[in-house]
């Protein structure tokens, strides 16, 4: 097989990825799913190419399609589930499914999930817990704690609460002290599944400040 010029097909494959819509995210779960490699410069260029024929291989997306695969990109980053997926697109458009949106009605839709802050780590008042809690309590609450921390419905409840207390404007203060005064705790994950579900439903329904409606 003659050399590959690395940084030609390296160009190309960026081209078929842009003309399928494909994220870097999309291309690395590839690459890691095919080839057991997170990165181009990893693959051999065998593997290189085969990847750059792969690419060249699929057929060029609608711009509906398109919008639907960056759509359930940003809905996975979010944790939504499909169940507040639809209830979002019932309420802002009258429809139960995104097939059913228009062009127009998918890019407005995509565009709201891009304003929504990915949340990379818990907020602060969650961190310091141990420092501040009754420590009369400590083994029982710690016990549930180290169960819950690990489920990945905590982790997007968390991640939920998150981004309303963002679009809310809430300073880490601010969240602690509501739940000291509601719950009489002052971390999230001290609070019982019932309570923390409870907690993002008050967030969920408090107005968005005027200057960000």
């Known amino acids: 097989m003659e050399p590959v010029n690395f940084s030609e097909v390296i160009a190309q494959t960026d081209c078929e990825m842009q003309r399928l819509g494909l994220t870097k995210e999309q291309g690395r779960d590839h690459l890691i799913k095919t080839y057991g490699k997170r990165s181009r410069f990893l693959l051999t260029d065998e593997e290189l190419l085969d990847f750059g024929q792969y690419l060249a291989s699929q057929p060029t997306p609608t711009l509906h399609e398109v919008l639907i695969a960056k759509i359930n990109f940003e809905i996975k980053r979010l944790w939504w589930t499909e169940e507040e997926g639809r209830e979002h697109l019932k309420k802002t458009y009258g429809?139960?499914?995104?097939?059913?949106?228009?062009?127009?009605?998918?890019?407005?839709?995509?565009?709201?999930?891009?304003?929504?802050?990915?949340?990379?780590?818990?907020?602060?008042?969650?961190?310091?817990?141990?420092?501040?809690?009754?420590?009369?309590?400590?083994?029982?609450?710690?016990?549930?704690?180290?169960?819950?921390?690990?489920?990945?419905?905590?982790?997007?409840?968390?991640?939920k609460t998150n981004v309303q207390m963002q679009r809310l404007g809430w300073t880490t203060e601010q969240g602690r002290e509501h739940l000291i005064k509601t719950y009489g705790k002052r971390s999230r994950f001290l609070l019982t599944d019932d309570k923390l579900h409870k907690f993002l439903q008050y967030l969920q329904s408090q107005p968005s400040p005027p200057d960000q409606l």
């Open 95 to 159: 429809k139960r499914s995104r097939t059913l949106l228009t062009e127009v009605e998918l890019l407005d839709f995509f565009q709201y999930l891009l304003s929504l802050p990915t949340i990379e780590s818990l907020t602060d008042f969650d961190a310091e817990y141990e420092e501040f809690q009754d420590f009369s309590t400590y083994s029982e609450e710690s016990d549930n704690v180290i169960t819950r921390i690990s489920s990945e419905d905590l982790s997007r409840i968390l991640a």
